[in-house]
């Protein structure tokens, strides 16, 4: 159940793009060492995505 609330609210009220929360989430927890495939796996979103964001 909290994994679906953290999910919930780190994307956008449609649910296909990550809202601020989310990539400060998708960041924050790259710099703390959590593998790229697994944040991808936890928030339901490709590993490009995480990919992108962690690279800006």
Do not use: W
């Not at 919930?8 to 989430?25: I, W």
């Amino acid at each position: 159940m909290l994994l679906a609330e953290l999910r919930r609210h780190a994307k956008n009220d449609s649910g296909t793009r990550l809202n601020e929360f989310g990539r400060s989430l998708v960041t924050a927890a790259s710099a703390a060492g959590i593998k790229q495939g697994f944040i991808a796996s936890l928030l339901e979103i490709t590993p490009g995505a995480v990919s992108r964001q962690v690279n800006r």
